[in-house]
């Protein structure tokens, strides 16, 4: 065999395996699209790819079972303020931590990189009696506020921080000496410059907050402000046993849009997370 | 005995083409030069021989053996890369010994060779630091040791003094020109500088896009270059390049100018005269002093620009109106698609 | 001063939501506090050593962490290395996979578990259905402890190995292709210059995903409450949900508190550990 036809062999090899090993990744997808329009019958019966029969009437049930209109835009508000609170401060903070000097710049570094690491399991049960006593429970409020302030605002800064600290210092300097202030340097100067970590930062925050799960379990308990993740583990029967069909056609709504968009900028989504490298 | 043939060598990536193809020969012990601007394929047409990438049509034959496709490892050469690639996290003994080591060479007379090629290169105190812990010019003498140890048969080096500053430079030059004559293997080495080339070649080639424009001793390329390309890249400054009606007023010339479009005079052969009648006539633009000679920008009267080197003290000053003259023997002829051509004689 | 007006909003916001609630559980932790019966009484350490000595619960607990972690950690990295390793060189179908084997990171965990769910069904479960062909009849996947700890732990590393497969394409194409070239030209093979020459290069990347990917095993929490809710018979329990229990279920506010304490000295140690092995690389 010549080198070529080795190296065709072993690329032909690879491909085969890669494809095998994607099913799982792929598979479930699929899988989810499919059921949720299958009739509660054909879902338990032999296994179809294509449905016997379209049953459009999940879709429509989904949103006669619980406010899944409502519970949809919750989650598509809150992750947009979200995201824009958390572009705002961290690319404040960001920004003050990569080019002034200010007394306690040290000490504030210090604690934002321990909470980098600190999970928010420690710290949700002082913040439950904190939004209790501040009568947020069930409002979207702690679930705009400890995320924002939380790790991942903390990363974000972070990043932001990265960022400014590689970005050529002359052009701000040369900004200052047109006469902005800090605060002009920072809009028409950092800002401009800095879009591709903006965007990384709104990307990996949306998704974040889009999934997010442990805070509006534990702080939410009428229906019409659930959010997505939650609704979506809502859809039980009396017993509590999931109503398969319903749980799944519901599961492809909020998922489906999500991967839409990622399959457009997917090379973009997918920088954003190596850039950020932290997360897990 | 290590000679290295190559026959109608081509490349292409996807659809580009870079080699398109190349004949050569390189015979035993030769220091061979690949020169050419960046770019042309100097460091594929390197990296074809040493089976690094692999060609899309041709022939490679080294020491009489078609070596298409044999491994590299197996071809019998060692590279000395322009990165240098030396692997950061082991020291330069063991940098030095890697090959030998996944060639599964007992300990003890890998230790030996080392030490050898050590010796040679003057790292003996240097064996247990990290390439970071070296300046630039000892991690050059370290990738050379790496190739010395495995006792290739060819020596392959890719602008392996690029990264140097000028005067080092010069010093490693003259290491690998000595290193050359000790071992007397087969060298093939790539590098976008003239001088370079110059100095230590025996054969140069010249490349351009993918072709080559000439081969031959460094007195050859600068004595007959075979085209304007070649006339232009050996030597500097770079010869200038005239309209063939510019020779007779330079020299006195036997023949007619056909079929010469052009005729080209080295800086260095222009001699500066008194501006008179059948003269080559020009005005000083800017003169550039640099200690030994002075380089002159003539502005001609037909708006070309010439160089000249003027050698001697009493210096024409900018705006000066002067004559340009050059020996016959020193006009270079080319035709209408800058080769060299010889003028009839009638 | 005008510096603080830049961080100023980030620094109020962190003060109240994370180092007050950080300060106000170490003292949750030491008391006795029952939402229930609405008492309080500091109490010290009594919930650490109820924790540690006395509740057969912990032990379970902190067992089935360890578990999950081993067995996703080197998992997800295995797998993670060898799909960057065919990844990292463009080829032909190359976004392809890397947009496949990333997708499910960008979805919420609630989803993909869902999803898993709805496969590992005992009976009319697709994956059985699939094994029933092959003539295996399968687990009832869930309701089995052992099967219910493979299954979360393996849908987990399908879920978020696609980010740890990116980190390590970064690092792979940050990696000089000389030293291949030169590795190769001195006769190494393929295994030898992935062990004696990338692997290496690759420590401080391994390093730091191996913490990131342990830290996120501990804190792993909504995969756990829709697959199995921690069930069956405590099989998946793991420390975040555990913590949740306590506190959100049973409202033991200062066992909880005390729980959530020992999860930030893991968390910390961990952190500690990395810290140190960088600074031990770096020498
Ligand atoms: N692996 C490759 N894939 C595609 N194009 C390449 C590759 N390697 C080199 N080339 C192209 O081939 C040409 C010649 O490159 P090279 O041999 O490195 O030039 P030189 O060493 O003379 O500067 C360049 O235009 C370069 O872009
Ligand atoms: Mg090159």
């Given amino acids: 065999m010549t080198q070529r036809q080795t190296q065709i062999l072993y690329r032909t090899c690879w491909t085969i395996a890669l494809l095998i090993v994607a099913i799982p990744f792929m598979f479930p997808f699929v899988w989810m699209v499919s059921a949720g329009f299958k009739s509660t019958t054909e879902i338990f019966g032999a296994p179809t790819l294509i449905p016997r029969v379209w049953r459009w009437q999940n879709f429509i049930e989904v949103f006669t079972y619980q406010p899944f209109a409502r519970q949809y835009f919750n989650s598509l508000y809150i992750a947009i303020l979200v995201t824009v609170l958390t572009l705002i401060i961290s690319s404040l903070a960001g920004y003050a931590l990569a080019r002034m000097r200010f007394a306690g710049a040290g000490l504030l570094m210090l604690f934002l990189i321990s909470a980098l690491m600190v999970p928010e399991e420690v710290t949700i049960i002082p913040n439950f009696f904190l939004i209790r006593s501040m009568g947020l429970v069930d409002t979207h409020w702690p679930l705009i506020l400890l995320p924002t302030f939380g790790p991942q605002g903390v990363m974000a800064t972070f990043l932001m921080r990265q960022y400014f600290l590689a970005l050529p210092k002359e052009l701000e300097d040369a900004g200052k000496m047109d006469g902005l202030s800090r605060f002009g340097v920072w809009w028409r100067i950092a800002l401009p410059m800095s879009r591709p970590a903006l965007a990384a930062v709104a990307i990996i925050t949306f998704l974040s907050s889009w999934n997010l799960f442990l805070e509006p379990l534990i702080f939410l308990s009428s229906l019409e402000m659930f959010t997505l993740p939650l609704a979506l583990s809502n859809f039980n029967d009396s017993y509590g046993l999931p109503l398969w069909n319903l749980q799944l056609a519901a599961t492809t709504l909020a998922v489906v849009p999500i991967l839409i968009v990622y399959l457009i900028a997917q090379r973009q989504i997918i920088e954003s997370f190596a850039l950020s490298g932290v997360k897990g | 005995m290590t000679n290295v043939l190559l026959k109608g060598i081509e490349k292409r990536f996807g659809s580009v083409e870079v080699i398109r193809g190349v004949d050569l020969q390189i015979d035993d012990g030769e220091f061979v030069v690949f020169v050419g601007p960046s770019g042309c394929g100097k460091s594929t047409l390197l990296r074809l021989i040493s089976g690094l990438e692999h060609i899309s049509a041709g022939d490679i034959l080294i020491g009489d053996r078609l070596v298409n496709e044999v491994q590299p490892a197996q071809r019998g050469v060692a590279m000395v890369f322009q990165s240098y690639a030396l692997y950061p996290h082991l020291t330069v003994r063991d940098n030095m010994g890697f090959g030998l080591k996944v060639r599964k060479m007992p300990a003890d007379e890998r230790q030996k060779r080392v030490a050898e090629a050590a010796a040679t290169l003057k790292l003996d105190t240097l064996l247990d630091r990290y390439p970071r812990e070296l300046s630039g010019g000892q991690r050059q003498r370290v990738a050379i040791g790496r190739a010395i140890v495995g006792h290739p048969d060819v020596f392959l080096f890719d602008e392996p003094l690029s990264n140097l500053d000028a005067e080092l430079r010069v010093h490693m030059r003259s290491e690998i020109a000595a290193l050359h004559k000790r071992l007397a293997t087969t060298m093939i080495y790539v590098t976008h500088d003239q001088i370079e080339a110059m100095t230590l070649a025996d054969k140069i080639v010249v490349l351009r896009d993918g072709r080559v424009e000439q081969v031959g001793s460094p007195r050859t390329l600068y004595e007959n270059p075979a085209n304007i390309f070649v006339a232009q890249f050996i030597g500097s400054p770079k010869m200038n390049v005239l309209p063939a009606d510019a020779a007779p007023l330079l020299a006195a010339l036997p023949a007619t100018l056909s079929p010469a479009e052009s005729v080209g005079v080295r800086p260095e052969h222009l001699m500066v005269v008194k501006p008179g009648e059948g003269i080559l006539r020009g005005k000083v633009t800017l003169a550039e002093y640099t200690g030994a000679v002075t380089l002159l920008h003539v502005a001609l009267a037909d708006g070309h620009t010439c160089l000249a080197i003027y050698d001697k003290q009493e210096m024409p000053e900018v705006g000066a109106e002067i004559g340009l003259k050059a020996d016959a023997r020193d006009l270079h002829f080319f035709d209408s698609h800058g080769q060299a051509t010889k003028l009839r004689s009638n | ?283």
Avoid at chain 3, 134 to 158: D, F, K, Y
Avoid at chain 3, 179 to 192: C, H, I, N
């Fill in chain 3, 1 to 283: 001063m005008e510096a603080w007006l830049f961080v100023s909003p980030s620094a109020v916001g962190f003060l109240i939501f994370f180092l007050g609630p950080l300060c106000a559980v170490v003292y949750f932790s030491m008391t006795e506090w029952n939402l229930l019966t609405q008492q309080a009484a500091f109490v010290g350490l009594a919930n650490f050593e109820d924790a540690l000595l006395e509740n057969p619960d912990f032990w379970h607990v902190v067992r089935n962490s360890v578990i999950f972690a081993l067995g996703l950690v080197p998992l997800n990295m295995a797998l993670a290395l060898t799909l960057a390793l065919a990844l990292s060189r463009p080829f032909f179908g190359v976004v392809f996979f890397r947009t496949v084997f990333f997708a499910p990171v960008v979805t919420s965990a609630i989803a993909w578990a869902i999803v898993w769910k709805f496969l590992l069904q005992g009976e009319g479960g697709f994956i059985n259905q699939m094994l029933a062909i092959v003539g295996i009849s399968g687990p009832n996947w869930l309701r089995e402890p052992n099967w219910a700890m493979a299954a979360v732990i393996v849908t987990r590393v399908i879920k978020m190995v696609g980010l740890n497969m990116i980190l390590y394409i970064a690092a792979l194409q940050a990696i000089p292709r000389d030293y291949e070239a030169a590795a190769r030209l001195e006769g190494a093979s393929r295994w030898q210059i992935f062990r004696m020459i990338i692997w290496p290069l690759l420590a401080p990347t391994t390093l730091i995903i191996m913490v990131i990917t342990t830290i996120g095993s501990f804190k792993v929490f909504d995969h756990i409450y829709q697959m199995t809710g921690g069930g069956p018979e405590n099989g998946t329990l793991v420390l975040a949900f555990y913590i949740y229990q306590q506190g959100f279920k049973f409202f033991n506010i200062g066992y909880a508190s005390a729980l959530a304490m020992i999860m930030f000295v893991i968390v910390m140690m961990l952190t500690i550990v990395q810290v140190m092995l960088r600074r031990k690389g770096a020498e």
